[in-house]
């Protein structure tokens, strides 16, 4: 085995430039066959996820600071009612 420092740093440096090409190839024909399509939705799903647990928690630190209910500024007279849902 060889040590660390004496592997490839990377495709570039290691392949001609035929084989790079030949890379370059199988890589398109990944896309163009629809290969890709799955991870595109996944990722999309996998955002939309995040974006609502973002929005979610978001919401949450509102309502526990009283931004939504009774706030510091709130109706009764500026007395902090707590700021429960």
Known sequence: MMPLWQLP????????R???QGVMAHEFSHILN????LNIRTAGVIFGVFMLSVI??????AAT??????GARGRR???NNGGAL
């Open 9 to 16: 740093k990377g495709a570039l440096q290691s392949f001609t």
């Open 18 to 20: 035929d084989e790079m």
């Open 34 to 37: 629809g290969d890709m399509r």
């Open 65 to 70: 600071r009283g931004a939504f209910i009774g």
């Open 56 to 61: 979610g928690q978001g919401m949450l630190r």
């Open 77 to 79: 007279g500026g007395k």
